[in-house]
């Protein structure tokens, strides 16, 4: 017979290659790989998650995503993070993220959004519209980075955190750039929840009012029930329904911002961004299988609490990214930037609500 081939098995008639231990194909041992390397990361960012929604159930009106952020932003400054921790992060950050915005569409009817009336509907797109491109704009003549400001502005005027991580996968910012964006979004939405509310009644705005500039204005979800449920429970009706109308706005937004960066001139051989994101698609069907109301409330309210882990997941690796002395050294252009764009987004709500606003 001859010198046998390790790889090689001979019989009397024919010759059949027998596969080395290493052929099996690269990519789906690479895959394999990526995968395994995700997983610490991806079960730390979900047990941060976990442990953010538990105390979101004892602190009453604070968002397990506001938590989930903070608790990362603390163990990212307090602590050393493990390198190991950082595929899976990363995958939290973007993949759980876009899973989450995905089911955000199911809290979504169209139906109650139309009820809202021409008028309101009138004053959350001019309010997203006008705050988005003005904050654009006006960060461009500070000469704050077309990524950053884009970022802001998604934030200050649509809903907070998670449209900052939504905008991020259609224009590639930098680490940074978001933590930035979403530290702002904290900070000055906070801030509204006694602000809005404050100056609402100064203004002598019945509660319903009230609740429709809430709304139209507070940059995340809980912040807006924080200060809703300050005024009333008519206060908070309309506040909800309001924000969830901006939530929306999402969709085209991300879509736009996505056609936008596929226009700008990039390096030769550079992957393009999708005209509409697979997640932006995903959210659309989901609000329209909320809409025809083919779904349990059972199951829907199982998984309002998938979405909210799913969120808060990606708002912990987020708030890993926040270092705070890099925040130091961004400056303080995106802080007044975020600034700007909160006051343009009261004011531009405010005048819709006194014009179209219960009286």
Known sequence: MGTTDRNTLHTDTVEVPVPAADAEPTGIRKAMRRAAA???GVVVCLLGAGVAWLASRVLTGVSALLIAIVFGALWRNLVTVPSVLAPGVGFASKRLLRAGIVLLGLELSLSAVLDLGGGVL???VLSVAVTFFVTVWVGKLMGVGLAQRILIATGSSICGAAAVAAAEGAIKAKSDEVATAVSLVVLYGTLMIPLVPFFGGLCGLPDESIGMWIGAT???VAQVVAAGGAVGS???????TVKLSRVITLAPIIAGISLYMSRQGSEPGAQKPPLVP???VGFIVSMLVRTAGILPESLLAGLHIVQTLLLAAAMFALGLGVHIPSLIRVGVKPLLLGLIS???ISIVALMGTLAFGAS
Not at 234 to 240: C, M, N, S, T, W
């Open 234 to 240: 008519g206060a908070l009706a309309v506040a909800v």
């Open 278 to 280: 697979l997640f932006v």
């Open 122 to 124: 009138l004053v959350v």
């Open 218 to 220: 507070t940059h995340e």
């Open 38 to 40: 995700d997983v610490p």
């Open 342 to 344: 909160t006051i343009v």
